[in-house]
């Protein structure tokens, strides 16, 4: 293996981590209750969380895959749009995971700033899908897989829990 094709990798891995980690934030930024509502779930059943996204998921994705596999454009472009709907709902959902990684990292910069929490869990959590097959074929897809259950979960409880507490009452450790 030359150096281009080891820092090729390194670029390839840094940047789906750059990228993930973006989706975390954006998800906290642009549905803070979603999100707040899928860290409770996780706190809650996170086996539920899996199950849950097993069962949406896993039909959208081959519904997807058959949609994909005609020859016609319209249906690819609808199916691939079927195969990403699970993934970008996974990102969502796993924000709320992020959420509290980072609250058990707190620390007292995040005074003002709870997106901080989100990011440091996000850093955390994105590191353990770095190694080699474990992460990569097992943590990854259980974060995202209950990443969708969670998000689904948090939109059907959406109406019947409460709003999520403030920052100022949370307490801290």
Do not use: H
């Given at each position: 293996?030359i150096m281009a094709d080891l820092l090729m990798w390194?670029?390839?891995?840094?940047?789906?981590?750059?990228?993930?980690?973006?989706?975390?934030?954006?998800?906290?930024?642009?549905?803070?209750?979603?999100?707040?509502?899928?860290?409770?779930?996780?706190?809650?059943?996170?086996?539920?969380?899996?199950?849950?996204?097993?069962?949406?998921?896993?039909?959208?994705?081959?519904?997807?895959?058959?949609?994909?596999?005609?020859?016609?454009?319209?249906?690819?472009?609808?199916g691939f749009g079927f195969i990403l709907l699970p993934?970008?709902?996974?990102?969502?959902?796993?924000?709320?995971?992020?959420?509290?990684?980072?609250?058990?990292?707190?620390?007292?910069?995040?005074?003002?700033?709870?997106?901080?929490?989100?990011?440091?869990?996000?850093?955390?959590?994105?590191?353990?899908?770095?190694?080699?097959?474990?992460?990569?074929?097992?943590?990854?897809?259980?974060?995202?897989?209950?990443?969708?259950?969670?998000?689904?979960?948090?939109?059907?409880?959406g109406r019947k829990m409460p709003a999520p507490p403030?920052?100022?009452?949370?307490?801290?450790?």
């Amino acid at each position: 293996m030359i150096m281009a094709d080891l820092l090729m990798w390194t670029f390839i891995i840094l940047g789906f981590y750059a990228v993930m980690l973006a989706y975390w934030l954006v998800a906290f930024a642009l549905a803070p209750k979603l999100v707040a509502g899928s860290r409770r779930r996780f706190e809650v059943s996170p086996i539920r969380n899996l199950l849950i996204g097993l069962l949406v998921g896993v039909p959208v994705v081959g519904l997807g895959m058959l949609l994909f596999s005609i020859p016609n454009t319209f249906p690819k472009i609808l199916g691939f749009g079927f195969i990403l709907l699970p993934l970008l709902m996974g990102l969502f959902g796993s924000a709320g995971l992020c959420q509290k990684i980072g609250e058990g990292l707190n620390s007292p910069s995040d005074e003002g700033a709870p997106w901080k929490g989100v990011r440091r869990g996000g850093i955390v959590l994105g590191l353990t899908f770095i190694f080699p097959l474990l992460g990569w074929f097992i943590v990854l897809p259980l974060v995202l897989i209950s990443g969708v259950g969670a998000l689904v979960l948090s939109w059907r409880d959406g109406r019947k829990m409460p709003a999520p507490p403030s920052l100022d009452e949370i307490p801290s450790l």
